[in-house]
């Protein structure tokens, strides 16, 4: 079966500061992997995907990926934060088998930007 | 284009009532999605519909019935809710259910059970 594990439920950056958010899957198969955003009160919206097409993959607003077989890993990064990317932020990966296609998420990690 | 909308966007029971969260999408998608999100617990998928006419039960269906209504329509009901239940509910829908099918949400439902 398919999982996400994001490490650290907390991350905190000072503005300007380097953004790593770390998100390690475990799939059989060649795995399908999305990062969504979630701003306070609101639902969640694609950052960016794998679909092996790259192994680095750029998003909206700055963000990218790197998607790395050996390590089980797509870590989110950014080289520069700002307080817009204060969010919650979710690794999610494609699950095979009786409900193939559905999304299963990781628990989140809230980020917050300090001034 | 509103995307996907849901209503209510507050609600508060007492155990033991019924109510039902509606979703509707206007990008003509063949997917929807019902889940809930807990502190700490990410989401959690309670029910799928895979295309009009089809409902599968999801990660945590317990205590909850769904209705594809149409092609635009997903509802979500709790027949007797529970304190368990207190939760942000987020709609989702998607082109279908594919390996790289992107979900787009709600802006959620939060529910609070006394």
């Known amino acids: 079966a398919q999982s996400v594990t994001q490490l650290g439920s907390h991350v905190s950056v000072s503005e300007g500061a380097l953004v790593l958010l770390r998100c390690n899957y475990s799939?059989?198969?060649?795995?399908?992997l999305f990062w969504y955003v979630q701003y306070p009160n609101q639902g969640l919206q694609l950052l960016l995907k794998y679909t092996s097409a790259a192994t680095l993959v750029k998003g909206i607003n700055g963000f990218e990926a790197e998607f790395k077989k050996s390590e089980t890993s797509f870590h989110l990064t950014k080289p520069s934060a700002h307080m817009s990317d204060a969010a919650e932020y979710f690794c999610a990966v494609v699950h095979y088998g009786g409900s193939q296609g559905n999304l299963i998420f990781g628990k989140g990690t809230k980020l917050s930007v300090k001034p | 284009n509103a995307g996907v909308t849901q209503t209510p966007k507050f609600q508060v029971l007492k155990t033991g009532q019924s109510m039902t969260l509606q979703c509707a999408q206007d990008?003509?998608?063949?997917?929807m999605y019902w889940y809930r999100q807990d502190p700490g617990m990410g989401l959690r998928l309670i029910y799928y519909s895979a295309s009009e006419g089809t409902t599968d039960k999801g990660e945590v269906p317990n205590g909850y019935n769904v209705s594809r209504l149409n092609k635009r329509e997903f509802s979500l009901r709790l027949e007797s809710a529970a304190p368990s239940q207190t939760s942000v509910y987020f709609c989702?829908?998607?082109?279908?259910?594919?390996?790289?099918?992107?979900?787009?949400f709600g802006p959620g439902t939060r529910l609070t059970v006394l």
């Open positions: 799939s059989s198969v060649p795995p399908y």
């Open positions: 989702a829908s998607s082109e279908r259910r594919g390996l790289v099918g992107e979900q787009f």
């Open positions: 990008m003509n998608h063949n997917s």
